[in-house]
């Protein structure tokens, strides 16, 4: 019913900043929690950043904060992920991912969320 699709990745060198885009299509997301994920060759799936329905709340992963910020406009049911001063440790495959019926407003479990996008690679040089 959701279907959610990232772009703005790509190949950057460390310093560089970049900003990844999140559209969702198919139902609203107005009432949904969403999150952005990464994935590295052989790493679990990590939390990275979350914000809640309206916006007013954000969450960050400690490897992050003071780095990235997450920010919605939900008229245009798109979330964005700005990522700066990035690191070669930040190198993955990001997720945008929606947890349409919170239980908290901001969770970090990946099971918690029930749509997923196709990902975006991100990889940062030395």
């Known amino acids: 019913q959701v279907q959610l699709v990232e772009s703005g990745g790509g190949l950057v060198q460390a310093g560089d900043s970049l900003r990844l885009s999140c559209a969702a299509s198919?139902?609203?997301?107005?009432?949904?929690?969403m999150g952005w994920f990464r994935q590295a060759p052989g790493k679990e799936r990590e939390f990275v950043a979350g914000i809640s329905w309206r916006g007013t709340r954000t969450y960050f992963a400690d490897s992050v904060k003071g780095r990235f910020t997450i920010s919605r406009v939900n008229a245009k049911n798109t979330v964005y992920l700005q990522m700066n001063s990035l690191k070669p440790e930040d190198t993955a495959v990001y997720y945008c991912?929606?947890?349409?019926?919170?239980?908290?407003?901001?969770?970090?479990?990946?099971?918690?969320?029930?749509?997923w996008g196709q990902g975006t690679q991100v990889t940062v040089s030395s």
């Open positions: 991912a929606a947890d349409v019926d919170p239980i908290v407003v901001v969770t970090t479990l990946p099971d918690q969320y029930d749509y």
């Open positions: 198919g139902r609203t997301f107005s009432s949904y929690t």
